[in-house]
């Protein structure tokens, strides 16, 4: 409480801070919100088509094509979630279902796919669509065979194609086009053939998930490609096997929802892990259960619409908002710090699995006086007004808050706090960083119950001098004899080359420990003028050799 009536007198005391009072009373008092992991329904698209393709442009999901009765179509359709409104589109020129789609520089790629013609006839065919126009294109057709069912992402401007069906078949082909040559090229093919399957992008790679392989066997393989090795390797396979499932990419997870089983259609909704190469199973299921939807993400949602249920094809638009997190990490150098010498630690805060702004905060941060002593701080950084208590921090505490109206996104670099090392080699400290408010900017939602506060710890290292590889406080000829046999690979005691690899045999400080180094130690030892060198000072530079 100290610390709050402390901030309301500061911001009283400032000019025209009145509106910064506000802000920050009705974040820190605004009601907690839906955590995520929900569905909702909205309205549905005008036409009950399944297998169209689909994208997401400027906030806009069009959804294009699809099958009815054995049919292509030609239909296009537009999705505002503003405004929770369809509007029909140009149509496209070859009417198709199963087609592959993906986005690039605000226009939609369609490629191949099943012809409107009663027979099994697959296109070729790459057409393009310019919402602001509301016109289509042609680009240079699929390389051979024609296959409908297929899978797509972009990547690096680039539209990968995957897999799919030609005459009955179950096709491994990738092929990648370039929109800026117009023109296609054969990559490595995945290691099994699928079609109806789908896909999404993460960090680069295009991960290939489900789909079937022989007739009435769903399969759960997940096969990742990786475009600067032109080459696939495999993940942790579905949980289940699903043919026609709904995916799309939030937050660096993959959501693969609903899709066919060998014996029924589902509404799973399956959330995969790169990082962990985990499935989560425990994720809301979707609650119209149906295969071949068509999906979009847009701000951090996952738009699915159409596709078959048990009976015929079906109109329903349903939204899943994933699970949000945030994530406020105290980082400590990578180097443990060394006795008598400054380190500090890092303020982050992790908005990357919400899709709200971080628009207020308050916050201590902790520590032991008797190992670390406070130095100053860095000052908020990302657009943040701040109030900054140092009242309290000779008994280890730094309480701050911050305010911003526009509101920060993605991984904010927040605060660095910086300190002297008081404390005796093996020692350990915590930092200990808390929240008692955290708020959305713009809705105002309380974010704490989705906040993770990650502390971090050190353990201090022996310092000592530079140029005392030995540790025996003192430099000399034995020095330099152990940094020469370090230079030459010769063995030397671990102690010893622990304390050259943290660079206190590093005497010219070019992040080489090497003959040169011990030529500067035996001229120090001899008496000769080296005092353009920090030699037999204290050495705090933590450098990794």
Not at 162 to 169: E, L, M, Q, R
Not at 295 to 307: E, F, N, S, W
Not at 425 to 439: G, H, K, P, R
Request: proline share 6%; aromatic share 8%.
């Amino acid at each position: 409480m100290k610390h709050t009536s402390k901030m309301f007198r500061a911001l009283f005391s400032t000019g025209g801070i009145q509106f910064i009072l506000g802000f920050a009373v009705g974040a820190f008092t605004s009601q907690a919100f839906a955590q995520g992991n929900t569905w909702e329904t909205k309205a549905p698209r005008p036409t009950a088509i399944s297998s169209s393709s689909a994208g997401v442009i400027d906030g806009i999901l069009y959804v294009v094509g699809g099958n009815l009765g054995g049919f292509g179509f030609d239909v296009v359709e537009a999705y505002d979630p503003v405004s929770d409104t369809w509007t029909t589109k140009a149509p496209i020129p070859t009417a198709r279902s199963g087609a592959a789609s993906g986005v690039i520089d605000g226009k939609l790629y369609v490629a191949g796919g099943r012809r409107v013609d009663n027979n099994p006839i697959n296109t070729l065919a790459l057409e393009i669509y310019d919402p602001a126009a509301d016109s289509w294109s042609a680009g240079a057709p699929m390389l051979s065979p024609a296959r409908a069912g297929m899978a797509a992402g972009v990547i690096d401007g680039i539209l990968y194609v995957v897999g799919g069906d030609h005459v009955g078949s179950f096709d491994p082909t990738l092929d990648a086009y370039d929109p800026v040559l117009d023109s296609w090229t054969r990559m490595t093919p995945m290691q099994f053939g699928r079609r109806i399957l789908a896909a999404g992008v993460i960090a680069g790679k295009l991960y290939a998930v489900g789909g079937l392989a022989a007739c009435c066997v769903s399969q759960a393989t997940l096969q990742i490609y990786d475009p600067q090795t032109d080459s696939w390797t495999l993940g942790a396979p579905l949980p289940a096997g699903r043919v026609g499932p709904a995916v799309g990419v939030i937050g660096g997870k993959l959501y693969a929802v609903g899709g066919n089983g060998t014996s029924s259609l589902d509404n799973d909704t399956f959330e995969y892990d790169p990082m962990s190469d985990i499935w989560d199973i425990t994720r809301a299921p979707m609650p119209t259960p149906r295969t071949n939807a068509s999906a979009g993400v847009i701000d951090g949602k996952l738009y699915v619409v159409g596709g078959i249920d048990a009976a015929s094809a079906v109109a329903v638009l349903e939204v899943y908002t994933p699970p949000q997190s945030v994530a406020a990490n105290a980082v400590c150098p990578a180097a443990n710090p060394f006795e008598s010498c400054p380190t500090s630690v890092d303020i982050q805060i992790d908005m990357t699995s919400t899709f709200e702004l971080l628009g207020s905060f308050t916050a201590t941060l902790s520590w032991d006086p008797t190992i670390v002593d406070y130095t100053g701080n860095s000052e908020l950084s990302a657009g943040f007004t701040e109030v900054i208590n140092e009242d309290d921090v000779a008994a280890g505490l730094l309480t701050f808050s911050g305010v911003n109206a526009q509101g920060a996104s993605g991984v904010i670099d927040l605060l660095t706090v910086d300190f002297d090392v008081i404390g005796n080699e093996d020692e350990v400290n915590t930092f200990d960083l808390d929240f008692s408010a955290m708020a959305a900017a713009n809705s105002f939602n309380d974010l704490l119950p989705i906040l993770t506060a990650n502390d971090c710890s050190s353990t201090i290292d022996d310092g000592g001098v530079l140029g005392d590889v030995n540790n025996d406080g003192l430099v000399n000829s034995t020095d330099a004899l152990i940094v020469l046999s370090d230079d030459i690979s010769l063995p030397i005691p671990a102690a010893f080359e622990d304390r050259t690899d943290r660079g206190f045999g590093d005497i010219d400080e070019d992040v080489l420990t090497n003959s040169t180094d011990a030529l500067i130690i035996l001229s120090y030892d001899v008496g000769l003028d080296v005092s353009q060198f920090p030699i037999d000072q204290l050495f705090c530079g933590q450098i990794d050799l």
